[in-house]
């Protein structure tokens, strides 16, 4: 397993959550990581992205303001810390990596070709 994801639950609207997506088995230290999701019944999404340093971040309009990503280069992890979740914020969680890109991360799931097993996160309105 090289991205394991985790940290989904139940939370109420309003309410907060942080994610993990913790690497092995090889270096993603200069990788773009990224987060997406898919909620019933649509297509995975681009949620947010960070640039291998943490220097630069990236999201879907839907969640500026209100999800904040960051990364552990040196614990090899990284963290969408997700604020004032909505009912609509529902979905399967994955992180994903794409060691072609070390600055601008991609918003289609066809450019990263390392994924984590996807974590659920439910808003309960």
């Known amino acids: 397993v090289q991205l394991q994801a985790s940290g989904g639950g139940l939370v109420q609207a309003g309410g907060s959550l942080r994610l993990s997506c913790a690497t092995s088995?090889?270096?993603?230290?200069?990788?773009?990581m990224a987060w997406f999701r898919r909620a019933p019944g649509k297509e995975r999404e681009f949620v947010a992205g960070i640039s291998w340093s943490g220097g630069s971040s990236y999201y879907e309009d839907s969640v500026k303001g209100r999800f904040i990503i960051s990364r552990d280069n040196a614990e090899n992890t990284v963290y969408p810390q997700m604020n004032s979740l909505k009912p609509r914020d529902t979905a399967v969680y994955y992180c994903a990596a794409d060691k072609s890109r070390t600055v601008i991360p991609g918003r289609s799931e066809y450019e990263y070709g390392y994924w984590g097993q996807g974590t659920q996160v439910t808003v309960s309105s």
């Open positions: 088995g090889q270096t993603f230290s200069r990788a773009v």
